[in-house]
């Protein structure tokens, strides 16, 4: 494959104080990022052996606008979808954008990229050095059990590590990880992740046996309830039908698609007509069951597939017009309209 090293700017928010009088200005964060123009990575003439792992996707991007933005000084009393907590974990991280704009930032105490793919790890693993986190942070890559350093409390741990969806054994080794570059915790108990992020890791493609496969691992991951929140920077290429099978896969695994971060909130008009093309990618909150059941207003328990099912009218704010996109499809319509 052809492989390009480019700068992508992002951008937070300085507040300048003047004469008692607060500016808000944006300030731009910058990264270098090699990635391959084309997904046939390993052997071009072999289609079975394409990457998409190691291509920039367009959800990536406004994934790393929240990031960027959320890191802003100001930004962490501001609103309720600023915070991601201590411990992140990223699925399908690619060639690693949105894990090293992280570390960069120092947003989080402790990170790791995961990736089913070693040549994409590899890449997350290059763009870590592009960006010098290989002398700032403690960079981790293989299955050995090499024994961590203390921790610095001002930088970001970020770990690459290996992850198949559905593979037990994989989600307790990351684990592991996590939890033992996180010794200094008072609370000996193994901890799970307060934040999974995925960007663009959700389209025409992925079957729905991958789907169920990728919810049972974040389950095993993730904090309960609303303590833990699953992020995906989503876009559908196919109209309704991507929505709706990540709806039904989120359903059977337990997980509410709670709520859209709004774009405005962390992607001013102005900044994003800086940004590459994000062809209308939405980040989706996530979030498991709790063991205790949920009602709604009506006293009806609302289960995850209760709730879901309740999205894609034309009020919803997550999917709306879903419903009757589905019902025009089923009419014999253009399956692929926008909606």
């Known amino acids: 494959a052809n492989y390009e090293i480019e700068e992508f700017t992002y951008y937070r928010e300085r507040i300048n104080n003047n004469d008692d009088i607060k500016n808000h200005e944006e300030e731009a964060v910058t990264i270098k990022i090699k990635y391959a123009s084309t997904t046939r990575g390993r052997q071009i003439v072999n289609e079975s052996l394409d990457s998409t792992g190691i291509m920039l996707w367009p959800a990536s991007r406004i994934m790393c606008q929240f990031i960027a933005w959320i890191s802003s000084s100001s930004s962490s009393s501001s609103s309720k979808y600023n915070y991601i907590g201590d411990t992140v974990l990223e699925v399908g991280c690619g060639c690693g954008v949105v894990s090293v ?16 793919d070693t040549d994409a790890l590899k890449l997350s693993d290059d763009n870590m050095q592009l960006n010098n986190l290989d002398q700032e942070h403690e960079i981790y890559y293989g299955n050995d059990d090499k024994k961590d350093t203390e921790q610095d409390n001002n930088k970001t741990i970020i770990k690459s590590y290996p992850l198949s969806w559905g593979s037990v054994s994989d989600v307790d080794q990351v684990l592991k990880l996590m ?11 193994e901890k799970k992740f307060d934040t999974i992020l995925g960007a663009d ?23 309960e309830g609303k303590e833990g929140k ?4 989503f876009v559908s290429r196919d109209g309704p039908i991507t929505p709706l099978k990540l709806i039904r896969a989120a359903s059977q695994g ?9 774009e405005q909130s962390f992607c001013s008009e102005k900044i994003k007509k800086r940004l590459p093309p994000t062809m209308g990618s939405k980040l989706l909150v996530l979030v498991q069951e709790q063991e205790q ?10 289960d995850a597939a209760s709730y ?16 009757a996109a589905i019902e025009r499809q089923n009419q014999q319509s253009d399956s692929d309209e926008e909606w």
Do not use: R, W
């Open 101 to 116: 704009l992280a570390a960069k930032l120092n947003l989080v105490k402790f990170i790791v990229c995961t990736d089913f």
């Open 293 to 302: 059941p949920q009602y709604n207003e009506n006293g009806d328990i609302m």
């Open 201 to 223: 890791i959700v389209y025409q493609k992925t079957s729905d046996e991958l789907l169920h496969e990728l919810f049972a691992s974040i389950k095993l991951l993730l904090k």
């Open 230 to 233: 699953f992020i995906l920077s």
């Open 254 to 262: 337990g997980f509410y698609i709670d709520h859209v971060i709004p």
């Open 179 to 189: 939890n033992n570059c996180m010794m200094n915790n008072t609370d000996q108990q």
């Open 308 to 323: 879901n099912s309740t999205l894609g009218t034309d009020e919803c704010h997550v999917f709306p017009g879903l419903n």
